[in-house]
């Protein structure tokens, strides 16, 4: 996983929140505005870096060292 560990704009620890975000909108289909007020995820900046989080560590490991 390449969350990143702080919020690029503010700073705040955005990553220590991301499994239980996950877990919860992705695997158990809660709304995702109640799972963010529930995390104390307050700002604009800090939910954008949760929510357009796209998990491409997949895609890109296939272009590795051969």
Known sequence: MMIPVRCFSC????????????????KSGEDGKKVLE?????????????????DLIDDIISYGRK
């Not at 700073?11 to 992705?26: F, H, I, L, T």
């Not at 995390?39 to 796209?54: F, P, Q």
């Open 38 to 54: 529930e995390l104390g995820v307050k700002r604009y900046c800090c939910r954008r870096m949760l929510t357009g989080h796209a």
């Open 11 to 26: 700073g705040q620890v955005v990553a220590d929140k991301w499994d239980e975000y996950d877990r919860r909108v992705n």
